[in-house]
């Protein structure tokens, strides 16, 4: 992902009602239609996230977290 953040998704919170997948400007939320026929969030695709938080800010369930990046690029010293 882009930002500084890693947005996390629990599936057991998540109700599925889709408000994460389409407030999300960089089509991030990954769904995947099921045997009953209906579409599933099935997780966030952390290569086109750009850790907006839209996706956080928006769920009714709280099934959306943050967690700060871990590695070179989020503890690198400024210049």
Same mark, same amino acid.
């Given at each position: 992902?882009?930002?500084?953040?890693?947005?996390?998704? %629990?599936?057991?919170? =998540?109700?599925? @009602?889709?408000? *994460?997948?389409? /407030? !999300? #400007?960089?089509?991030? $939320?990954?769904?995947?239609?099921?045997?009953?026929?209906?579409?599933?969030?099935?997780?966030? %695709?952390?290569?086109? =996230?750009?850790? @907006?938080?839209? *996706?956080?800010? /928006? !769920? #009714?369930?709280?099934? $959306?977290?943050?967690?700060?990046?871990?590695?070179?690029?989020?503890?690198?010293?400024?210049?």
């Amino acid at each position: 992902s882009w930002g500084e953040w890693d947005m996390i998704w %629990d599936e057991e919170k =998540c109700t599925d @009602c889709a408000q *994460c997948w389409y /407030i !999300c #400007p960089d089509f991030s $939320i990954i769904r995947e239609k099921g045997e009953d026929g209906l579409w599933h969030m099935k997780g966030i %695709d952390i290569l086109h =996230c750009k850790s @907006c938080q839209n *996706c956080l800010e /928006i !769920c #009714p369930v709280e099934a $959306i977290s943050k967690r700060l990046k871990q590695g070179p690029a989020s503890c690198a010293a400024p210049e």
